[in-house]
Nanobody, 126 residues
Framework: QVQLVESGGGMVQAGGSLRLSCAASGRPFSSYVMGWFRQAPGKEREFVAAIRGSGTITYYADSVKGRFTISRDGAKNTVYLQMNTLTADDTAGYYC???????????????????WGQGTQVTVSS
């Protein structure tokens, strides 16, 4: 069975940094898109970043572009999200996601993803 496990969340002051990790297991992931989404209380789940199986093509929400960096490790079974210059607006639960197929209709749409981690909380104070 496919399993995604996020880690690295925590509390940080505004302007600080955190590095999130998503460890994937249950199948080879080298050919799959991997995405990060976040959801704050009372708000809709929103796209943050995604990375192609090649590890060379990435996508970012406008709100995080230039501050966040998504990457994959050498084995391409772990995905990272480096988060810099954090603000209070970044406070949310962060979720790693993967589709069932190597083909995906829209990398920005959470409905395109079938497997989700349990989430890791990021809280930014000022």
């Amino acid at each position: 069975q496919v399993q995604l496990v996020e880690s690295g969340g925590g509390m940080v002051q505004a302007g600080g940094s955190l590095r999130l990790s998503c460890a994937a297991s249950g199948r080879p992931f080298s050919s799959y898109v991997m995405g990060w989404f976040r959801q704050a209380p009372g708000k809709e789940r929103e796209f943050v970043a995604a990375i192609r199986g090649s590890g060379t093509i990435t996508y970012y929400a406008d709100s995080v572009k230039g501050r966040f960096t998504i990457s994959r490790d050498g084995a391409k079974n772990t995905v990272y999200l480096q988060m810099n210059t954090l603000t209070a607006d970044d406070t949310a639960g962060y979720y790693c996601a993967a589709p069932r197929s190597s083909y995906i209709s829209s990398i920005y749409n959470p409905e395109s993803y079938d497997y989700w981690g349990q989430g890791t909380q990021v809280t930014v104070s000022s």
